[in-house]
Structures are given as C-alpha cells and as structure tokens.
C-alpha cells in the first residue's frame, strides 16, 4: 500500500528556516509530480510548490523566493527548504504526490497526512 510521509514541521520564529520532507512508502512505478500544499486554520488549502519528473517547478506567489522545493525521485522523496518564514505561513503543510502504483498501471493522486508549520513573530 502506497503512503506518503511527511516529517521537518515544528515551531520557528519569523525570519527562520524549516526544511520538510516527503517520502513514498510502498511499491511505485513511476510519480508524475510531486508537492506541497497547506491549509490555514479558517482557508482553503492552496498549493505552495510542486515539482514534476523532469524537474520543473512551480511555486506561489506568497513563497517565490523564499521557499524551494527539490526532489530524488530515485528515492521517491520531495523537499521544501522554506526560509525566512512570516507569520502568514504557519498552516498544516500537506505531501502531494500523483503517481503510478506498482502492478496497477493507473495513476493515483495521494496526500501526506500533513505537518504542523507554526511561525511565532
């Protein structure tokens, strides 16, 4: 069975760095993207970056240049180095990843169970 698993969340004051990261559990053939969304207390969830099998990205806006997103596919792994972090970015931060099974030869769309991400000023 296929899972996502996320650790790095935590506590940090304005101005610092945490750095996630998201590990595929379980037998895959192939992942398309993987990335990161979150949700604060109150919103929506909305995507912060993603990273497809060829290495190309896409952030929000409220992040660019702050946050990188970087993956080893080979490892089935994804990251996000978030730095000078404000206090608008504590959210719970969700693992995405859309990919192939093994011995199913469909593609899946799968979520982390999500990390906490506070910010305190």
């Known amino acids: 069975q296929v899972q996502l698993v996320e650790s790095g969340g935590g506590l940090v004051q304005a101005g610092g760095s945490l750095n996630l990261s998201c590990a595929v559990s379980g037998e895959i053939f192939s992942i398309s993207h993987m990335g990161w969304y979150r949700q604060a207390p109150g919103k929506q969830r909305e995507l912060v970056a993603l990273i497809t099998g060829v290495g190309n990205t896409e952030y929000a806006d409220s992040v660019k240049g702050r946050f990188t997103i970087s993956s080893d596919f080979a490892k089935s792994t994804v990251y996000l180095q978030m730095n000078t972090l404000k206090r608008e970015d504590t959210a719970v931060y969700y693992c995405?990843?859309?990919?192939?099974?093994?011995?199913?030869?469909?593609?899946?769309?799968?979520w982390g169970q999500g990390t906490q991400v506070t910010v305190s000023s």
């Open positions: 995405n990843a859309d990919l192939v099974p093994l011995r199913v030869g469909e593609e899946y769309v799968y």
